[in-house]
């Protein structure tokens, strides 16, 4: 099947299989790898991506329901120069990486939450997160980054 | 496997009623699961998720109408609607499932722990099935047959859910329980509705619990106990007696049938006790 | 090495390969792509036990997309993976079936999705047989043999003092039994390797993996062909925590012998069921205590046997069993011990090595037992552990004397004053909450120890420009190691830590090092980097003495510069030094070798010098219970370790917070369910790992009792906080019902259904 979409506001056009998913036309078609699989259930929370503002398990989404959406990953949030978003300096900076495997994920979802409420507290946090599952930091460095990043949006 | 895009609802109903082996899909969150295990294996999907007959929530001819296709996240964020199915939406999932399933999708699923289901039970509500032929209404705890099994025909749609508009009166609760605390599946609800004067005495009364039997479970003898009379202990528990007996939980890797009964009269009597605090 | 200031030590440094991982631009091993790739999939036993009767590939074969099957006799080396002797894993089974997650062919296809029909279309016939799912059975006389040699994975004692003299001292005996069930280490990232044929005659494995070198080994005997032509190279690991082991050794071997066969890549990425059906779990355990005191507290004597639930292979029982003889005691001075440990096979999934490594189970025994003492001496359990706790020059339960470090008592001071200053909301005790508070105290052994020889290499070189790129032989799974080693050789080499490169492990191009594990990385790995940024220094000195016409002794660097030290306006860039003393042909890179003292000990009664040091902890945790529904929440949790000397606070937090909630999930929450021998919840939604939602409030506090055996006096922290938190919500939640539980998880089903018992919570 043929679909158009914009993807980290490049447009993107492709052919793909209907049974193909979301997640797979990311990572294997678009080389988009810093998605990730940890489930394959939206279970994890791993392959978070953002679509029309949304975040979205992509390993639940069948490609063809990109048709015409707006969709984001991890490697559209940085800008071309380098420079780090908030949200990924916020997180280097409280230590909320450790193995950095339920990085993307965690950080598309807590975008989707400050691209609607630029300073949410702890408990709008945790709900935004509760999906993306760490077995890292036990959470508590990567609500204060989310923290943090929301912190610097009132003074941005 | 085709994948399959109808523009309007007409067109999806004449798919399924000529294709062989098509199945709906609006979000998907289950169904692509289900695949992926080689549950199923439909030869085509008909994706009824964009159909805009399918979506919204509005109120029409003294009914609080919810179109099939609109999604859990939009139902958690609607202030229209009935308290006790918001806390029931919000209760599915993740934000992330939340924001791509559906309300067809959780009552077409079937499961017996669906969070919208009890809400819906206890707010009386009345789906909207519709095929090529003919339209009918189905009452909610009319329409599950077993686990994953419902009244729906191969060539119906549900269209939308609608709720009286009496429902939006009177105050309602949602409780739940399950093996953790974000993202979880309900090892036991309990949805409430009702209606009391000031000193507790109930008027009206609509209760559901999930999880507890082969399909959500609407408690008809327990209203019927607590109609026309007081909140008290005493009551309460004469009540907890009647939950018991009318309850068939199993046990199963989310929960024991124990647990199951311990925790259903507390997530009772919890809710009805928020439910009853609009009314003092 | 003194104890001198510092300049990044002990303060917060940002991980040195975060970028990379917030960015999503690091690859671990699944986001690889090579030309011509081809994917592995394994065809999996399903069943717990039974006899191989057929195995026909012929199905699969004629999927278009499938390029091969492998079977057992595919493989041209002995068909065996497991760390340790008896090594007695096949790779691919043939003949007996021992588990239900055990490989009996790998199908190799274009797709992955071919892959797995293919692997599904291979007609297997098993002839089941009555899987052995209890130790109780399987130590039965006349039961069936699970291995030829019997059901007994390994045996050991510890024996200290006289076990009968000290009873007889005992005004007091405490006695029970605990049990402790299977966890998941539950990685983000499931198990994933790419094999790569070089066209050399060499093969490339990349792997998400915690032990290249093992991984190197046993690919190169499944290949039969010598190590040295096999390089395993470390692809970003997304979360190890023991389980990528004898699971990579085995993907690693399988990907290798069809890419070495095809002469084409092959990757192999578990799925999330393979990753917890056919990886290591960490071990069930039944513990029999036997407590006896005198009334003033004093403890004499101790007899403990412990039987560990090993699953199907050995994999580290043997040193998960030498771990929970040595730790079961607890961080106590006891003068007469007997502790017995048999890990024994059984039909399940094999049991390996977790974050705690048998110390978690022996700790939850050990302080519910200190509680139950304290309650029947009427004594505070803090009280009772300060009277028996460890201090320097005390024997430990091998007979160890440590003269340093040994700071247990200044962990228990911290939590008194912390338990001083915050009470338990105990008086908002009402109809609906339980309120409790649990302490426990806890060791952990720091190196490899009794477990063998304990080595690590680390390669450190200056560029011309100043900069340092830097090799160990010891992986970062996201623990942050990477960056302790950067901040050790900035420290050495007066650099700032930006300027430090630190490489993924290479097997190709560092010492074998051994497995990462033992929470030995910093202590054991920072010394042999701190060795090989010494060892490059003395050319920077020689060079900076020669440009500053002084004497060696003179120089120092600092902040990218060499400078005087008495005159420190006398400044020269560190690059010229670099670019001078390459010029000048003074050798700017050096490979060392750290070694640990050898432990000195007796096997058979595992009395002796065993590790090099030990992390104490005092852990004090608050909870709340709803008495209708079970639920707990974590109201407070303050996790006080001696860590030596802390490097990077914001790592040694993440340790303490990430393994504390391991150690919660592990006491509360987590249980792998089955049915007859098959796993039932063999994914996220049923096998309950914690959600932020669910996380506990650590707070963490560091006491820094020098160590002399590590680098700047450090001691790992990865593993202890897994025993200490788990060990605490168990005595509070005693606290809270005044029920005793002897099993863990306690999960609030079992509070709910025990407390019905005392008939205190039901409507």
């Given at each position: 099947?043929?679909?158009?979409?914009?993807?980290?506001?490049?447009?993107?056009?492709?052919?793909?299989?209907?049974?193909?998913?979301?997640?797979?036309?990311?990572?294997?078609?678009?080389?988009?790898?810093?998605?990730?699989?940890?489930?394959?259930?939206?279970?994890?929370?791993?392959?978070?991506?953002?679509?029309?503002?949304?975040?979205?398990?992509?390993?639940?989404?069948?490609?063809?329901?990109?048709?015409?959406?707006?969709?984001?990953?991890?490697?559209?949030?940085?800008?071309?120069?380098?420079?780090?978003?908030?949200?990924?300096?916020?997180?280097?900076?409280?230590?909320?990486?450790?193995?950095?495997?339920?990085?993307?994920?965690?950080?598309?979802?807590?975008?989707?939450?400050?691209?609607?409420?630029?300073?949410?507290?702890?408990?709008?946090?945790?709900?935004?997160?509760?999906?993306?599952?760490?077995?890292?930091?036990?959470?508590?460095?990567?609500?204060?980054?989310?923290?943090?990043?929301?912190?610097?949006?009132?003074?941005? | 496997?085709?994948?399959?895009?109808?523009?309007?609802?007409?067109?999806?109903?004449?798919?399924?009623?000529?294709?062989?082996?098509?199945?709906?899909?609006?979000?998907?969150?289950?169904?692509?699961?289900?695949?992926?295990?080689?549950?199923?294996?439909?030869?085509?999907?008909?994706?009824?998720?964009?159909?805009?007959?399918?979506?919204?929530?509005?109120?029409?001819?003294?009914?609080?109408?919810?179109?099939?296709?609109?999604?859990?996240?939009?139902?958690?964020?609607?202030?229209?609607?009935?308290?006790?199915?918001?806390?029931?939406?919000?209760?599915?999932?993740?934000?992330?499932?939340?924001?791509?399933?559906?309300?067809?999708?959780?009552?077409?699923?079937?499961?017996?722990?669906?969070?919208?289901?009890?809400?819906?039970?206890?707010?009386?509500?009345?789906?909207?099935?519709?095929?090529?032929?003919?339209?009918?209404?189905?009452?909610?705890?009319?329409?599950?047959?077993?686990?994953?099994?419902?009244?729906?025909?191969?060539?119906?749609?549900?269209?939308?859910?609608?709720?009286?508009?009496?429902?939006?009166?009177?105050?309602?609760?949602?409780?739940?329980?399950?093996?953790?605390?974000?993202?979880?599946?309900?090892?036991?609800?309990?949805?409430?509705?009702?209606?009391?004067?000031?000193?507790?005495?109930?008027?009206?009364?609509?209760?559901?619990?999930?999880?507890?039997?082969?399909?959500?479970?609407?408690?008809?003898?327990?209203?019927?106990?607590?109609?026309?009379?007081?909140?008290?202990?005493?009551?309460?528990?004469?009540?907890?007696?009647?939950?018991?007996?009318?309850?068939?939980?199993?046990?199963?890797?989310?929960?024991?049938?124990?647990?199951?009964?311990?925790?259903?009269?507390?997530?009772?009597?919890?809710?009805?006790?928020?439910?009853?605090?609009?009314?003092? | 090495?003194?104890?001198?200031?510092?300049?990044?030590?002990?303060?917060?440094?940002?991980?040195?390969?975060?970028?990379?991982?917030?960015?999503?631009?690091?690859?671990?091993?699944?986001?690889?792509?090579?030309?011509?790739?081809?994917?592995?999939?394994?065809?999996?036993?399903?069943?717990?036990?039974?006899?191989?009767?057929?195995?026909?590939?012929?199905?699969?074969?004629?999927?278009?997309?499938?390029?091969?099957?492998?079977?057992?006799?595919?493989?041209?080396?002995?068909?065996?993976?497991?760390?340790?002797?008896?090594?007695?894993?096949?790779?691919?089974?043939?003949?007996?079936?021992?588990?239900?997650?055990?490989?009996?062919?790998?199908?190799?296809?274009?797709?992955?999705?071919?892959?797995?029909?293919?692997?599904?279309?291979?007609?297997?016939?098993?002839?089941?047989?009555?899987?052995?799912?209890?130790?109780?059975?399987?130590?039965?006389?006349?039961?069936?043999?699970?291995?030829?040699?019997?059901?007994?994975?390994?045996?050991?004692?510890?024996?200290?003092?006289?076990?009968?003299?000290?009873?007889?001292?005992?005004?007091?005996?405490?006695?029970?039994?605990?049990?402790?069930?299977?966890?998941?280490?539950?990685?983000?990232?499931?198990?994933?390797?790419?094999?790569?044929?070089?066209?050399?005659?060499?093969?490339?494995?990349?792997?998400?993996?915690?032990?290249?070198?093992?991984?190197?080994?046993?690919?190169?005997?499944?290949?039969?062909?010598?190590?040295?032509?096999?390089?395993?190279?470390?692809?970003?690991?997304?979360?190890?925590?023991?389980?990528?082991?004898?699971?990579?050794?085995?993907?690693?071997?399988?990907?290798?012998?069809?890419?070495?066969?095809?002469?084409?890549?092959?990757?192999?990425?578990?799925?999330?069921?393979?990753?917890?059906?056919?990886?290591?779990?960490?071990?069930?355990?039944?513990?029999?205590?036997?407590t006896g005191a005198r009334r003033d507290g004093t403890i004499v004597a101790c007899k403990i046997e412990i039987i560990l639930d090993g699953g199907a292979y050995s994999s580290e029982s043997p040193f998960v069993t030498m771990k929970s003889l040595i730790h079961a005691a607890g961080p106590y001075r006891i003068p007469n011990i007997l502790v017995e440990c048999?890990?024994?096979?059984?039909?399940?999934?094999?049991?390996?090595?977790?974050?705690?490594?048998?110390?978690?189970?022996?700790?939850?025994?050990?302080?519910?037992?200190?509680?139950?003492?304290?309650?029947?001496?009427?004594?505070?359990?803090?009280?009772?552990?300060?009277?028996?706790?460890?201090?320097?020059?005390?024997?430990?339960?091998?007979?160890?004397?440590?003269?340093?470090?040994?700071?247990?008592?200044?962990?228990?001071?911290?939590?008194?004053?912390?338990?001083?200053?915050?009470?338990?909301?105990?008086?908002?005790?009402?109809?609906?909450?339980?309120?409790?508070?649990?302490?426990?105290?806890?060791?952990?052994?720091?190196?490899?120890?009794?477990?063998?020889?304990?080595?690590?290499?680390?390669?450190?070189?200056?560029?011309?420009?100043?900069?340092?790129?830097?090799?160990?032989?010891?992986?970062?799974?996201?623990?942050?190691?990477?960056?302790?080693?950067?901040?050790?050789?900035?420290?050495?080499?007066?650099?700032?830590?930006?300027?430090?490169?630190?490489?993924?492990?290479?097997?190709?191009?560092?010492?074998?090092?051994?497995?990462?594990?033992?929470?030995?990385?910093?202590?054991?790995?920072?010394?042999?980097?701190?060795?090989?940024?010494?060892?490059?220094?003395?050319?920077?000195?020689?060079?900076?003495?020669?440009?500053?016409?002084?004497?060696?002794?003179?120089?120092?660097?600092?902040?990218?510069?060499?400078?005087?030290?008495?005159?420190?306006?006398?400044?020269?860039?560190?690059?010229?030094?670099?670019?001078?003393?390459?010029?000048?042909?003074?050798?700017?890179?050096?490979?060392?070798?750290?070694?640990?003292?050898?432990?000195?000990?007796?096997?058979?009664?595992?009395?002796?010098?065993?590790?090099?040091?030990?992390?104490?902890?005092?852990?004090?945790?608050?909870?709340?219970?709803?008495?209708?529904?079970?639920?707990?929440?974590?109201?407070?949790?303050?996790?006080?370790?001696?860590?030596?000397?802390?490097?990077?606070?914001?790592?040694?937090?993440?340790?303490?917070?990430?393994?504390?909630?391991?150690?919660?999930?592990?006491?509360?929450?987590?249980?792998?369910?089955?049915?007859?021998?098959?796993?039932?919840?063999?994914?996220?939604?049923?096998?309950?790992?914690?959600?932020?939602?669910?996380?506990?409030?650590?707070?963490?506090?560091?006491?820094?009792?020098?160590?002399?055996?590590?680098?700047?006096?450090?001691?790992?922290?990865?593993?202890?906080?897994?025993?200490?938190?788990?060990?605490?919500?168990?005595?509070?939640?005693?606290?809270?019902?005044?029920?005793?539980?002897?099993?863990?998880?306690?999960?609030?089903?079992?509070?709910?259904?025990?407390?019905?018992?005392?008939?205190?919570?039901?409507?």
């Open positions: 099947m043929h679909l158009e979409f914009i993807c980290n506001g490049k447009k993107v056009s492709v052919d793909v299989p209907a049974d193909m998913r979301a997640l797979d036309l990311i990572r294997d078609v678009m080389g988009l790898t810093g998605t990730k699989e940890g489930c394959a259930r939206g279970e994890c929370g791993a392959c978070t991506i953002i679509v029309n503002g949304k975040a979205v398990n992509s390993c639940l989404m069948y490609a063809v329901k990109l048709k015409g959406k707006e969709v984001f990953t991890i490697e559209g949030l940085s800008e071309e120069s380098g420079k780090l978003h908030p949200l990924q300096e916020a997180f280097l900076e409280e230590g909320a990486v450790q193995c950095g495997f339920c990085t993307p994920g965690m950080i598309m979802s807590a975008k989707a939450l400050l691209d609607r409420n630029p300073r949410p507290n702890e408990e709008e946090i945790e709900e935004a997160i509760s999906g993306n599952i760490c077995r890292c930091t036990g959470y508590a460095k990567i609500v204060k980054a989310v923290t943090r990043a929301g912190l610097g949006n009132n003074h941005g | 496997m085709n994948y399959l895009i109808p523009e309007t609802l007409d067109q999806a109903l004449r798919l399924i009623s000529s294709q062989r082996n098509a199945k709906l899909i609006a979000g998907g969150t289950d169904l692509s699961v289900q695949i992926a295990d080689s549950l199923i294996s439909p030869e085509i999907l008909v994706d009824i998720s964009g159909l805009e007959e399918l979506k919204g929530i509005e109120e029409k001819n003294g009914f609080l109408s919810l179109g099939a296709a609109t999604t859990i996240d939009e139902l958690v964020s609607s202030s229209i609607l009935p308290h006790c199915l918001v806390q029931g939406a919000k209760s599915i999932g993740s934000p992330q499932i939340r924001n791509i399933g559906t309300l067809g999708g959780n009552i077409c699923n079937a499961s017996p722990c669906g969070d919208t289901l009890t809400p819906l039970i206890a707010l009386g509500g009345i789906l909207v099935l519709v095929s090529s032929s003919a339209r009918r209404k189905v009452r909610l705890e009319d329409f599950f047959i077993g686990p994953k099994m419902t009244v729906c025909a191969d060539n119906e749609i549900l269209t939308e859910v609608l709720i009286e508009k009496d429902y939006l009166q009177g105050r309602s609760a949602f409780r739940m329980t399950g093996k953790r605390s974000g993202q979880v599946i309900s090892q036991v609800n309990v949805a409430i509705w009702l209606e009391a004067g000031k000193s507790r005495e109930i008027e009206k009364i609509r209760a559901a619990v999930g999880s507890v039997a082969p399909v959500p479970l609407r408690l008809k003898r327990v209203e019927q106990a607590l109609k026309g009379r007081a909140v008290h202990e005493r009551l309460l528990k004469e009540v907890s007696e009647l939950i018991n007996e009318e309850i068939k939980p199993i046990s199963d890797v989310r929960a024991t049938d124990d647990y199951r009964r311990r925790v259903t009269v507390t997530l009772f009597r919890d809710a009805l006790e928020e439910a009853l605090q609009g009314f003092n | 090495m003194g104890n001198v200031k510092l300049s990044s030590m002990g303060k917060r440094v940002r991980k040195i390969d975060g970028v990379e991982l917030v960015t999503g631009r690091a690859k671990f091993a699944g986001d690889m792509k090579f030309p011509g790739m081809l994917y592995g999939y394994a065809r999996r036993a399903g069943v717990p036990a039974g006899i191989i009767k057929k195995r026909d590939v012929r199905t699969a074969l004629k999927i278009p997309e499938v390029a091969m099957v492998l079977l057992a006799e595919d493989i041209p080396g002995p068909n065996i993976i497991g760390i340790l002797p008896p090594f007695d894993q096949p790779l691919l089974a043939a003949e007996e079936i021992r588990y239900e997650g055990e490989s009996i062919a790998l199908v190799v296809a274009k797709t992955k999705t071919a892959a797995k029909e293919g692997a599904l279309a291979i007609e297997v016939e098993i002839d089941p047989l009555e899987p052995i799912l209890e130790p109780d059975e399987a130590l039965k006389k006349g039961a069936r043999k699970i291995h030829p040699a019997g059901n007994i994975t390994y045996s050991k004692k510890l024996i200290k003092g006289d076990i009968d003299k000290g009873f007889k001292e005992a005004e007091l005996v405490v006695e029970n039994t605990y049990h402790t069930s299977f966890q998941e280490h539950a990685y983000l990232e499931p198990e994933a390797v790419c094999a790569v044929p070089c066209g050399d005659g060499r093969v490339t494995v990349y792997a998400s993996c915690q032990s290249p070198f093992h991984l190197r080994g046993h690919i190169a005997a499944n290949l039969s062909v010598p190590a040295s032509r096999v390089r395993v190279v470390q692809a970003y690991t997304g979360g190890s925590f023991g389980g990528k082991d004898d699971v990579a050794a085995e993907i690693g071997s399988l990907a290798a012998v069809a890419s070495v066969k095809l002469g084409l890549p092959v990757m192999i990425a578990h799925e999330r069921e393979e990753s917890i059906k056919g990886s290591n779990l960490r071990h069930a355990s039944r513990i029999h205590y036997k048999t890990s024994v096979y059984t039909n399940k999934t094999y049991c390996g090595a977790f974050r705690g490594f048998g110390v978690p189970q022996v700790t939850f025994a050990s302080e519910s037992q200190m509680d139950e003492l304290a309650s029947r001496l009427k004594m505070d359990p803090l009280k009772l552990r300060r009277k028996n706790a460890l201090k320097p020059g005390d024997a430990t339960a091998t007979g160890q004397v440590f003269e340093r470090s040994v700071g247990l008592l200044q962990t228990i001071d911290k939590i008194e004053e912390r338990r001083k200053s915050s009470d338990l909301p105990r008086d908002r005790e009402d109809d609906r909450w339980l309120y409790g508070r649990g302490f426990s105290c806890m060791l952990q052994g720091i190196s490899n120890g009794a477990e063998g020889i304990d080595v690590v290499g680390a390669s450190v070189q200056v560029s011309q420009d100043g900069s340092v790129l830097l090799g160990v032989g010891l992986t970062d799974m996201g623990q942050g190691s990477r960056t302790v080693f950067a901040q050790v050789a900035a420290e050495v080499l007066g650099v700032t830590v930006d300027r430090v490169t630190v490489r993924q492990v290479d097997t190709d191009s560092v010492h074998d090092s051994g497995p990462t594990v033992a929470s030995r990385s910093t202590t054991v790995g920072g010394m042999a980097v701190f060795k090989a940024a010494a060892e490059v220094k003395k050319s920077l000195q020689k060079m900076a003495s020669l440009m500053f016409k002084a004497g060696e002794e003179q120089v120092s660097f600092k902040n990218n510069f060499a400078s005087l030290k008495q005159d420190d306006s006398a400044r020269i860039p560190l690059r010229e030094v670099a670019a001078a003393a390459y010029w000048s042909g003074f050798p700017l890179m050096n490979l060392a070798f750290s070694r640990a003292p050898d432990a000195d000990f007796d096997h058979e009664t595992h009395q002796g010098d065993i590790y090099i040091a030990y992390n104490f902890g005092t852990h004090m945790m608050d909870i709340r219970i709803d008495r209708f529904t079970g639920r707990v929440q974590v109201l407070q949790h303050i996790a006080s370790h001696d860590l030596g000397r802390v490097i990077n606070l914001t790592g040694v937090e993440g340790q303490v917070e990430g393994g504390s909630l391991i150690g919660f999930g592990f006491a509360h929450m987590e249980k792998i369910e089955s049915e007859g021998g098959s796993i039932t919840n063999a994914n996220f939604a049923d096998y309950a790992v914690p959600t932020v939602k669910d996380r506990i409030p650590t707070e963490t506090i560091c006491v820094e009792d020098y160590n002399p055996t590590g680098a700047f006096g450090a001691k790992g922290i990865g593993e202890p906080p897994v025993a200490g938190a788990a060990s605490a919500f168990a005595n509070a939640v005693a606290a809270a019902t005044g029920v005793r539980f002897t099993k863990l998880p306690i999960t609030k089903e079992d509070i709910l259904k025990a407390g019905g018992k005392h008939g205190r919570y039901s409507h």
